[in-house]
């Protein structure tokens, strides 16, 4: 303790002695100077927090799929680090003249220094990028890709002198002019253009961010139409790095910020404080919202099925001799986390189905899903064909569908239709992209295009014309309604008492209305920050009297989808006597309930985590890492006893129990014991089985899959390494399923 009394009087007395013997002029620079030296920092460690701390949010974004998104980075980063350059070299050309403070000392006023810090800020972005990408390219296009961005960066930066030399104020004429007459209009109130002109001129370093703010706009327009979203297949579209558009909006946001509190700051004006007044009120004025497009339903619709009839279509598939096999029923729950649990269900479901048979999947009468579970759900539900089933060469485009890289669309819609909206220009999207309003809707596009049909985007209405032939199990993408914390149900089919159980279903929310697959998966799995919370368009006048509700990813309520699957059971189960006319309704004798869970088991530890130095981290983001570690063991636990549950409650409906319940949870396997201690060594000592380990595991062998919407081709294909290691697991899950599915239920 007073070896840390003493290192903490030490770190008061440099903070103190640095405040008294540094003169006021630096601290006063450091205040003006504090938009580029965040962007600047933020240049810097972005690469550092992407390998270190935030790892998992981080990583994939500099793991680049070949060497045109290597180029496109290096030139991103560097026209990035040159903004910053710009905004430090005005700050710190004209701080004396507006603000009344000295010169500071040692700034050089040659221009060799812009070009050499836009290249620092650059570097830490390049060499993470080259390094990063060795997972999924090889060293030749590595380092083309490395030639050709260090090459485009010096296009870059020769284009911009030659420009500059172009438009310079000497050889135009009238242009000098006419910006100092701009310059001292905007300032007659003030600074009487203070910083800005010197003796009738406008200074170089203003023109040359002129000139570079130019360019930047070209790059932005030219980006903006060649990689706008669209439902193209893989091979038609440009993809390009989500980490390009970071750069991007570093970009934009130095010289607009900085630019703004340079001009602001001489009348002690809060840049943050008015932007976020001004921005509010534009909400306000332009209703601003984020939305999902509302489809008018087919009018030849008949009235629906029951949830039992709808089942005896699915169960009529089957076409095996055993005397139950059309009174068998599966029950799939497909958790959600991201793509990882899109890619885990996608693999789990299709692998099933080769393990167990055609007769497996004919028998699922039920997926109810959420969030990244929902989007593995569909791409698995769009190759069914009438005969119930997907066929097993359409595996491999079930599971790239599902763990398809969608990080690039957002990053679009980040910085073309959602940055207009907070920078007090909300009517552009409307104007310029009304197709791809902001990132959600990108992501849809996104997801179209590994749909079967991309140029035809399946509907709700689609889903439930296969529903009512028995084609597909009736599917359900569980939301959660943000205004009242109801669940949504995004399904073909109508729930019944859902007042009571605290839930809508897409069509008693919005009767009359259809919706795209890829928008009901969308709602589901509204990943923080990755899509936003959006609600029914209602805007254009053709839709009216809507439900106004905010719909939020599913995980909020049920991240298992466990509870909506327990009701449908429950109604199936229900004794409902057949009335006069209507479908006969099937008599189940076997339940079959999979969880599909796509993160590992908790398992208790032998002793306690060794402590580490995380107070301060605990004090502040420990509640959240609290509310994520206990959503395994709630959601296993609260499953695991609504199952029995729901057993004894029928064992006691049916006097002794005519109804066999079985429940299965499939968990992402866990690391051993032996990989972890292998994960600890030196890098050198790894060998490439245990370096594949680390795509979802620290050095600690805690699971840590990536939150990004991206993964890359070594965490796909631990995907599948994990599914073969739990095949093999001798009386392991499977095992035991296939016991009961081949010998004891005879569903062969």
């Known amino acids: 303790m007073v070896q840390k009394i003493i290192l903490w009087l030490g770190l008061v007395g440099v903070v103190v002695t640095a405040w008294l013997l540094l003169p006021s002029a630096v601290w006063q620079y450091v205040f003006f100077l504090r938009i580029p030296l965040l962007m600047g920092l933020l240049l810097i460690f972005l690469p550092v927090l992407a390998t270190t701390a935030l790892k998992s949010m981080l990583k994939n974004l500099f793991v680049l799929r070949n060497a045109r998104q290597i180029a496109l980075t290096i030139l991103g980063a560097t026209v990035a680090g040159t903004a910053v350059t710009f905004v430090v070299a005005i700050i710190l050309g004209g701080a004396q003249a507006r603000f009344g403070v000295p010169e500071l000392p040692g700034v050089s006023s040659s221009k060799v220094w812009y070009y050499v810090l836009a290249i620092t800020l650059a570097l830490p972005t390049t060499l993470t990028v080259f390094k990063l990408s060795q997972e999924e390219i090889d060293n030749k296009k590595r380092w083309s890709g490395l030639s050709f961005g260090i090459l485009f960066g010096l296009i870059f930066l020769f284009l911009f002198k030659r420009v500059r030399d172009f438009l310079s104020v000497n050889k135009v004429p009238g242009l000098n002019e006419g910006l100092v007459k701009a310059i001292s209009f905007l300032t007659q109130n003030s600074s009487k253009g203070a910083g800005y002109v010197d003796n009738g001129t406008l200074k170089d370093i203003h023109f040359d961010a002129l000139v570079f703010f130019i360019i930047l706009f070209a790059i932005y327009v030219i980006a903006f139409n060649l990689f706008m979203p669209s439902s193209l297949p893989d091979k038609k579209r440009q993809e390009p790095p989500a980490l390009l558009y970071v750069m991007l909006l570093i970009s934009v946001s130095v010289l607009l910020l900085g630019s703004l509190t340079f001009f602001f700051d001489y009348s002690r004006i809060s840049v943050l404080f008015f932007w976020v007044l001004i921005a509010i009120a534009c909400y306000r004025l332009f209703k601003v919202d984020h939305y999902f497009t509302l489809k008018d339903a087919p009018e030849q619709l008949e009235e629906q099925k029951n949830l039992t009839a709808l089942l005896q279509k699915r169960l009529d598939k089957q076409d095996l001799e055993e005397p139950l096999a059309k009174q068998t029923v599966v029950v799939v729950c497909a958790s959600g986390g991201g793509i990882q649990a899109a890619g885990w269900t996608a693999q789990v479901l299709t692998g099933l189905q080769e393990e167990l048979g055609e007769s497996f999947t004919k028998a699922i009468g039920l997926i109810s899903s959420v969030s990244g579970g929902s989007v593995g759900a569909m791409y698995y539900l769009d190759r069914f064909t009438d005969k119930g089933f997907p066929p097993a060469s359409e595996s491999k485009e079930i599971f790239e569908g599902a763990t398809a890289n969608s990080l690039d669309a957002v990053g679009w819609g980040l910085v073309y239709p959602d940055l207009w909206r907070v920078i007090f220009l909300p009517f552009l999207?409307?104007?310029?992209?009304?197709?791809?309003?902001?990132?959600?809707?990108?992501?849809?596009?996104?997801?179209?295009?590994?749909?079967?049909?991309?140029?035809?985007?399946?509907?709700?209405?689609?889903?439930?014309?296969?529903?009512?032939?028995?084609?597909?199990?009736?599917?359900?993408?569980?939301?959660?309604?943000?205004?009242?914390?109801?669940?949504?149900?995004?399904?073909?089919?109508?729930?019944?008492?859902?007042?009571?159980?605290?839930?809508?279903?897409?069509?008693?929310?919005?009767?009359?209305?259809?919706?795209?697959?890829?928008?009901?998966?969308?709602?589901?799995?509204?990943?923080?920050?990755?899509?936003?919370?959006?609600?029914?368009?209602?805007?254009?006048?053709?839709?009216?009297?809507?439900?106004?509700?905010?719909?939020?990813?599913?995980?909020?309520?049920?991240?298992?989808?466990?509870?909506?699957?327990?009701?449908?059971?429950?109604?199936?189960?229900?004794?409902?006597?057949?009335?006069?006319?209507?479908?006969?309704?099937?008599?189940?004798?076997?339940?079959?309930?999979?969880?599909?869970?796509?993160?590992?088991?908790?398992?208790?530890k032998d002793k306690p985590k060794k402590e580490k130095k995380r107070g301060l981290f605990m004090a502040t983001i420990g509640p959240l890492i609290g509310l994520f570690e206990v959503r395994e063991p709630i959601l296993t636990s609260r499953n695991l006893t609504e199952v029995e549950l729901l057993q004894e409650?029928?064992?006691?409906?049916?006097?002794?129990?005519?109804?066999?319940?079985?429940?299965?949870?499939?968990?992402?396997?866990?690391?051993?014991?032996?990989?972890?201690?292998?994960?600890?060594?030196?890098?050198?000592?790894?060998?490439?089985?245990?370096?594949?380990?680390?795509?979802?595991?620290?050095?600690?062998?805690?699971?840590?899959?990536?939150?990004?919407?991206?993964?890359?081709?070594?965490?796909?294909?631990?995907?599948?390494?994990?599914?073969?290691?739990?095949?093999?697991?001798?009386?392991?899950?499977?095992?035991?399923?296939?016991?009961?599915?081949?010998?004891?239920?005879?569903?062969?």
């Not at 060998?687 to 062998?701: H, I, M, N, R, V």
């Open 429 to 604: 999207p409307d104007i310029l992209t009304p197709k791809v309003r902001d990132r959600g809707i990108a992501i849809e596009k996104d997801w179209q295009g590994h749909m079967k049909t991309p140029e035809r985007p399946k509907t709700l209405a689609d889903w439930r014309g296969e529903v009512e032939k028995g084609n597909i199990p009736l599917p359900v993408l569980n939301a959660t309604l943000v205004d009242n914390g109801w669940r949504l149900l995004v399904t073909p089919a109508k729930f019944p008492n859902n007042s009571k159980k605290k839930f809508f279903d897409f069509n008693s929310l919005y009767p009359g209305k259809d919706i795209d697959v890829v928008t009901g998966a969308r709602l589901s799995a509204t990943f923080p920050y990755i899509s936003p919370i959006c609600r029914a368009d209602d805007r254009n006048g053709k839709v009216r009297n809507i439900a106004n509700y905010h719909v939020a990813d599913g995980g909020y309520f049920d991240n298992s989808g466990f509870v909506t699957a327990l009701e449908w059971l429950e109604e199936l189960l229900r004794e409902k006597p057949t009335q006069k006319g209507e479908e006969t309704t099937p008599e189940i004798k076997r339940i079959l309930i999979l969880q599909i869970n796509p993160f590992p088991e908790s398992k208790p």
């Open 649 to 748: 409650w029928e064992n006691a409906r049916q006097n002794g129990g005519k109804v066999e319940i079985e429940y299965f949870p499939i968990f992402f396997p866990s690391i051993t014991e032996e990989v972890k201690l292998g994960l600890k060594t030196a890098e050198q000592e790894v060998t490439p089985e245990l370096k594949a380990k680390q795509s979802f595991y620290s050095a600690e062998g805690e699971y840590e899959p990536p939150l990004s919407w991206k993964l890359t081709k070594r965490e796909k294909e631990e995907i599948r390494k994990g599914w073969n290691k739990i095949v093999t697991v001798k009386e392991g899950t499977i095992e035991k399923l296939k016991n009961l599915w081949l010998d004891q239920w005879n569903m062969k």
